[in-house]
C-alpha cells in the first residue's frame, strides 16, 4: 500500500481547484458557477487542513492555524453564498435568464 | 484850451447817445430818442467847432505841430513786456495809447464828418419817422459817428484801425436795418465780408509800419519817414507796407476790385446811404492814406498803383452808372467814381487836393442821397426813375437843392465840385510822365460820363414827362421841414464850400491848401529830389507861383465836358414819357446789357472767389474749397476710418477662423479624436462577461504563480 502522505492531499486540493476554476470559467448557468466557487473554497480548505496537519506533526499538536483559518474560510463561504445567491435572485429579477452570457451589457 | 484838453469828449458823447439807446431805447418815446441821439451829435459839433477854433490858436504858437492827447496807454508798456526788434535791429516796445491827434487834415475831417453827421441826424428824425425801430437806428447812427471820430481823431494806426472796423460794423448793421428782408441782410454780409479782404492787407500794413518804424503812432512813423538815407531795403518793405495800406483803403473806400459791396448797400435806409456811403465810412480809406503820405511818397510805386486803381475805378464806375435804373444806384456808382477821383489825386501827390475833393463831395452828395431820399419819400417809396418825371414844380425845395448839387458834382463853375475836380485834374496833367496824360484822359472822360448820368437822373426825375401811377400822383408832397433844412444847408454849403479853395490862377489865395501845408509839406526838408523818377512828388503841393496858359486851357475843357455831358442828356431824357429808350440801348444793345449787368463783375466773383456758381462741373473759390474738403472728408479721411474699421472686422474673421480651425480643430479636438481612434482597437476586448473578468484574473494569477517558482 501507498503512504497518503501530505502531498497526496495537496494534489487532490490542486485537482478539485482546478475544478472549481473550469467550473466558473465555463459554465454558462448562474447556480453551477456558484457551486464551482464553493468548489474553490473547500479546495482550498482541503489545502489548509492538510498543511495543519503537517505542521502538527513538526511543531506539535497545537499548531492547529490551518484548522482554524479553515473554519474561517467555511464562514466565510457561506456568507459569500448567500451574497452570491442574493445577486442571482437580483440578476434572474432583470434578465428572465440565468445564463452568464447574456449579461453584457457592458460589451461596447 | 477847454475844448482842446476835452477832445476826448467829442467821440465820448454819440458813444452815450448809442449806450443809452442800447440800455434803454426801447422804452423811449420818439421825442426822447431824437433830444438824445440828435443832441448828442450837435453838442458834438459844437465842441468841434470850438476845438478847431482853439487848435488853430494853438498851432500858431507852437510851429503847427499837430496837437496829441494821450488818455491811457492801452496796448504795450514801459516794462519792456512788448518788445521787438525792429527791420534795422534796434529794440522798440510795442505801444499803442488811447490818443487823439489834431492837426489841420483831422480838425478838416472832424468839422464835415461832424457837421454833415449833425444834418443827418436832424433828416432822419423826419425820414424814419414812420419806420419801425427807431431807436435802434439811432442808436447805430450813433455808434458810428463814435467809432468814425475815433478813427479820425486816433493817434495811432491801431486806435484808427478800431474806428475802421466799428464804422463796418456799423455799416453791417445799419445796411442790414430792414434784416427781414433777405436781400438787405445779404447786402449787409456782403459789405462786411469785403471790407474784412481789405482789412487783412490794413492789419499787414500795420505788422510791417511796426517791424519798420518800431511804433504805430503817427508822430513816430512821420520822423522815421522825414528821416534821411533809408537803405533800399528799406524802401522795398516800405513800398510793400504802403501797398497793403492802399488795399485795406480800397476795401473801405470802394476801389476796384472791392467796389461791389457799395451798390449793394443802397439796401439801407437812405440817410444811411448818405452819411455812411457818401460822406463819412468811405472816406475813411482817402483819410488813412492821406495820414500815411510820408510812407507813401518813399514808395513812388505804390503812388502809381493808387492812382491808376484811382482813375480807373473813376471810369469803371461811371461807366455803369450811365444805365441804371435805381436812383440810389445811380448815385452809389458816382460815389465810387468819385473816390476814385481823390485817389487819383492822392496818387499823383496831389494830397491836399484830393482832400478837398473829399470835403466838397461830402457836402454835394451827402446833398444827392438826401435829396434822392426826399424824392423816394415823395414817391410814397419807388425808387426807379422810369416811374418818375415831371416832379420839378412838385416838390420845389427837393428839386433846387438837388439840381445844386447836381450842378457841384458836373464840376460846373463856381459850385464847389468844379473847384475840387478841377484841380484834380490839372495835377494829373502836370505829372511828371506820358502816362499821367491818359490818366487826365481817363478822369476828363469820367468827369463827361459823370455829367451824363447826373443830368440824367435830373430830367428822368424832375423834368420829362410823369411816368408813374396815379394813386402815388395824387400823394407827393414835399418833405417836412426837419428833412427839407439839412437840405438848404447842403445846398448852401455845395454852393460856397469851393471858395475855401479858389486857385491861385484865378486870383485866389487857395486857402484850403494852404492850411493843409503843415500834414503835407515835408516839414523842413524836401528830400527825395534826388530820387528823380516822379519829381512832382517832392512836394505835396505844387509851387505855382505863375499859372500857364495850359491850366485856363484845361479848365475850359473841363466846363465843356460837364456842358456836353448836360447837353447829351438833355437831348436824350427831357421829354422822356413812359417806355423811353436809352440812347445807349438804341446805338449799342451789347454794351447796354454789359452795363446794365455791371460787367457781369459779381457774377464773375461768385463763379471765382465765392463758388457760389459752377463752372461747368467745377466750383472754384471759398465754396469749391468747401466742397473738396467735404469730398476729401468723406471719401480719404472717413475711407480711412472706414478701412480701419473694415480691417479690424478682417483681422477678426481670421482670428476666429484661427480659433475655431486651427486651436481647437488642432489643439483641443486633436488629442480627443486621437484618444477615439485608439479606443476603436482598445474596445475590442471588451467583452462584458463576467467569465472573462474570470479568466484574465486567472490568467493573471497563474502568470505571478510561474513568476514566483521560477524566479
Same mark, same amino acid.
Given at each position: ?108 | ?7 476826448? %469828449? ?74 521787438? /526788434? ?160 492802399? /488795399? ?26 448818405? %452819411? ?111 416811374? *418818375? ?47 499821367? #496824360? ?21 430830367? %428822368? ?21 426837419? *428833412?427839407?433844412?439839412?437840405?438848404? @444847408?447842403?445846398? @448852401? ?17 487857395? #486857402? ?6 503843415? @500834414?503835407?509839406? #515835408? ?88 463758388? #457760389? ?99
Amino acid at each position: 500500500m501507498l503512504d497518503i502522505s501530505t502531498l497526496h492531499y495537496l494534489v487532490l486540493g490542486a485537482a478539485l481547484f482546478l475544478l472549481g476554476v473550469i467550473g466558473v470559467l465555463t459554465r454558462r448557468n448562474v447556480v453551477i458557477v456558484l457551486m464551482s466557487i464553493e468548489l474553490i473554497l473547500n479546495a482550498v480548505n482541503l489545502n489548509l487542513v492538510a498543511f495543519s496537519r503537517y505542521w502538527q506533526g513538526i511543531h506539535g499538536p497545537s499548531a492547529l492555524h490551518g484548522q482554524v483559518f479553515a473554519i474561517f474560510v467555511i464562514t466565510d463561504a457561506a456568507a459569500e453564498a448567500a451574497v452570491g445567491l442574493g445577486i442571482l435572485i437580483a440578476f434572474f429579477r432583470n434578465k428572465e435568464t440565468v445564463n452568464v452570457d447574456e449579461v453584457h451589457l457592458l460589451k461596447w | 484850451m477847454l475844448f482842446l484838453n476835452n477832445i476826448w %469828449l467829442i467821440p465820448l458823447l454819440p458813444a452815450l447817445g448809442a449806450a443809452i439807446m442800447f440800455f434803454f431805447g426801447r422804452k423811449l418815446q420818439k421825442s426822447s430818442v431824437n433830444a438824445v441821439c440828435v443832441g448828442v451829435v450837435v453838442l458834438a459839433f459844437l465842441m468841434a467847432c470850438g476845438t478847431v477854433v482853439q487848435y488853430n490858436a494853438w498851432a500858431d504858437g507852437h510851429h503847427h505841430r499837430p496837437f496829441e492827447k494821450i488818455i491811457y496807454t492801452w496796448l504795450g508798456s514801459d516794462t519792456g513786456h512788448l518788445n521787438f /526788434v525792429t527791420q534795422n535791429g534796434s529794440q522798440a516796445a510795442f505801444q499803442a495809447d488811447a490818443g487823439f491827434l489834431l492837426d489841420p487834415l483831422s480838425a478838416i475831417w472832424l468839422l464835415f464828418v461832424t457837421g454833415v453827421g449833425m444834418l443827418i441826424h436832424i433828416y432822419s428824425t423826419g425820414y424814419m419817422a414812420h419806420e419801425g425801430g427807431y431807436y435802434r437806428f439811432f442808436g447805430y447812427l450813433n455808434l458810428f459817428m463814435f467809432s468814425m471820430l475815433t478813427l479820425i481823431l486816433a493817434n495811432n494806426y491801431v486806435l484808427l484801425f478800431v474806428g475802421w472796423e466799428g464804422v463796418g460794423l456799423c455799416s453791417y448793421l445799419l445796411i442790414g436795418f430792414y434784416f427781414q428782408r433777405k436781400s438787405a441782410s445779404d447786402a449787409a454780409n456782403k459789405a462786411f465780408i469785403v471790407n474784412r479782404i481789405g482789412d487783412a492787407g490794413f492789419i499787414l500794413g500795420m505788422f510791417f509800419i511796426a517791424w519798420l518804424c518800431g511804433s504805430l503812432r503817427f508822430v513816430d512813423v512821420n520822423a522815421f519817414a522825414h528821416a534821411a538815407n533809408h537803405s533800399p531795403d528799406t524802401l522795398k518793405y516800405i513800398m510793400a507796407a504802403t501797398l497793403l495800406l492802399f /488795399v485795406g483803403a480800397c476795401g473801405k473806400s470802394a476801389q476796384l476790385p472791392l467796389y461791389v459791396w457799395l451798390p449793394d448797400a443802397m439796401e439801407g435806409p437812405t440817410p444811411v446811404s448818405a %452819411l455812411i456811403h457818401a460822406a463819412t465810412m468811405v472816406t475813411a480809406g482817402v483819410y488813412m492814406v492821406a495820414r500815411s503820405n510820408a510812407l507813401f511818397l518813399l514808395a513812388p510805386t505804390s503812388m502809381e498803383v493808387v492812382a491808376i486803381v484811382g482813375a480807373l475805378t473813376a471810369i469803371f464806375a461811371a461807366s455803369i452808372g450811365l444805365v441804371q435804373n435805381d436812383i440810389k444806384r445811380v448815385l452809389a456808382y458816382s460815389t465810387v467814381s468819385q473816390l476814385g477821383y481823390m485817389f487819383l489825386a492822392l496818387g499823383v501827390g496831389a494830397f491836399a487836393a484830393g482832400v478837398f475833393h473829399v470835403f466838397t463831395h461830402a457836402f454835394f452828395k451827402a446833398l444827392l442821397f438826401l435829396g434822392a431820399g426826399s424824392v423816394i419819400h415823395a414817391m410814397s417809396g419807388e425808387q426807379d426813375m422810369r416811374n *418818375m418825371g415831371a416832379l420839378a414844380s412838385k416838390i420845389p425845395v427837393t428839386y433846387r437843392t438837388m439840381l445844386i448839387a447836381t450842378l457841384a458834382i458836373a464840376g460846373i463853375p463856381p459850385f464847389a465840385g468844379f473847384f475840387s475836380k478841377d484841380e484834380i485834374l490839372w495835377q494829373t496833367w502836370t505829372s511828371e510822365g506820358g502816362a499821367y #496824360r491818359i490818366l487826365w484822359g481817363i478822369g476828363y472822360i469820367t468827369a463827361l460820363m459823370t455829367a451824363f448820368y447826373m443830368f440824367r437822373l435830373i430830367y %428822368l426825375t424832375f423834368y420829362s414827362k410823369p411816368r408813374m401811377s396815379h394813386e402815388v400822383e395824387h400823394h407827393i408832397h414835399e418833405s417836412p421841414a426837419s *428833412m427839407t433844412m439839412p437840405l438848404v @444847408v447842403l445846398a @448852401v454849403m455845395s454852393l460856397f464850400a469851393g471858395f475855401l479853395g479858389w486857385p491861385h490862377s484865378l486870383g485866389g489865395s487857395d #486857402r484850403f491848401a494852404r492850411y493843409l501845408d503843415p @500834414v503835407f509839406a #515835408r516839414g523842413e526838408a524836401r528830400v527825395l529830389v534826388e530820387e528823380g523818377k516822379s519829381g512832382q512828388l517832392a512836394a505835396g503841393e505844387k509851387e505855382e507861383e505863375h499859372t500857364s496858359p495850359t491850366e485856363y486851357l484845361l479848365m475850359f475843357l473841363s466846363v465843356g465836358a460837364a456842358g456836353v455831358g448836360w447837353w447829351m442828356a438833355g437831348r436824350s431824357y427831357s421829354n422822356a414819357d413812359k417806355g423811353y429808350t436809352e440812347p445807349i440801348a438804341a446805338a449799342a444793345p451789347p454794351v447796354y446789357k454789359t452795363l446794365l449787368n455791371k460787367y457781369y463783375v459779381d457774377e464773375g466773383y461768385d463763379y471765382v472767389f465765392t463758388g #457760389r456758381r459752377k463752372i461747368g462741373n467745377v466750383r472754384l473759390g471759398t465754396m469749391g474749397l468747401g466742397e473738396a474738403s467735404s469730398w476729401f472728408d468723406t471719401n480719404v479721411v472717413d475711407g480711412a476710418v472706414n478701412a480701419a474699421g473694415w480691417l479690424t472686422r478682417a483681422s477678426a474673421t481670421l482670428s476666429s477662423w484661427w480659433d475655431k480651425w486651427i486651436i481647437d480643430g488642432i489643439g483641443v479636438n486633436g488629442p480627443a479624436i486621437l484618444a477615439r481612434m485608439l479606443s476603436y482597437p482598445a474596445r475590442l476586448f471588451e467583452a462584458g462577461l463576467v467569465q472573462w473578468y474570470a479568466l484574465v484574473m486567472t490568467a493573471g494569477l497563474v502568470g505571478f504563480v510561474f513568476y514566483y517558482v521560477y524566479h
